[in-house]
């Protein structure tokens, strides 16, 4: 898949199922919410039914790793 900056949860999860990747709505949010609390993207709601997924660009964030 082609490294984009942004781009909205819905296409996000069609490119990852047409990839050929098992993944639910339900899936892609906690991996989205995981990825904003480490600080590696930001979610904002773009319109009603759709939020738009911006990669962060800071040194601080690539060096986070999150811990299990």
Known sequence: MKQEETTTDKELLTKLQR????V???DLNKVLMQLEIIGLITVRW??????????VKTAAALTRVPSE
């Open 19 to 22: 990839d050929g990747e098992d």
């Open 24 to 26: 639910s709505m339900r």
């Open 46 to 55: 773009q319109t009603k039914d759709s939020r738009r997924l911006e990669l």
